[in-house]
């Protein structure tokens, strides 16, 4: 009796423990131009530049976007390899990504912007999607 009291106060600590996706952020830049993505469960913020834009979030998208980042271990993202380098001569922009939960902030390496890591690129494609409801379709 006391071993299942005992396995049910850490299944019960595990499940309170479990992170929560709060934010997810895309970010591209090089000299002269920047464009920033922020999306949380309700909201969609495009910078570009200094020209900021507000949207509404679907939960339907939200969820997407979530559904892709189960599949991605966080703790690795800082160290995925760039699959090219053409941000280093001007060639792509400077692209990261970071996923913020209640517990803490995951940035990625760095990559250009138009060739992620492949254990990203459902996630920047989903995030990408949320924009189709907006003017901003060509993040």
Do not use: C
């Not at 922020?38 to 570009?48: A, K, L, Q």
């Not at 970071?98 to 990203?120: A, R």
């Amino acid at each position: 009796m006391t071993k299942l009291i005992i396995l049910f106060f850490m299944l019960s600590m595990n499940i309170s423990q479990k992170e929560t996706i709060n934010s997810v952020e895309l970010s591209y830049q090089t000299r002269g131009m920047r464009k920033f993505l922020h999306i949380t469960p309700d909201s969609i913020v495009v910078t570009i530049n200094e020209e900021v834009h507000n949207y509404k979030q679907t939960p339907a998208q939200w969820k997407k976007i979530v559904k892709t980042l189960s599949k991605v271990n966080l703790e690795g993202i800082s160290s995925l390899k760039r699959p090219s380098k053409r941000a280093a001569f001007d060639g792509a922009l400077n692209a990261q990504l970071v996923v913020t939960t209640s517990k803490k902030k995951y940035e990625s390496s760095n990559f250009d912007h138009n060739q992620p890591n492949v254990v990203l690129i459902k996630t920047i494609d989903a995030m990408k999607q949320t924009l189709v409801q907006t003017e901003q379709k060509d993040f």
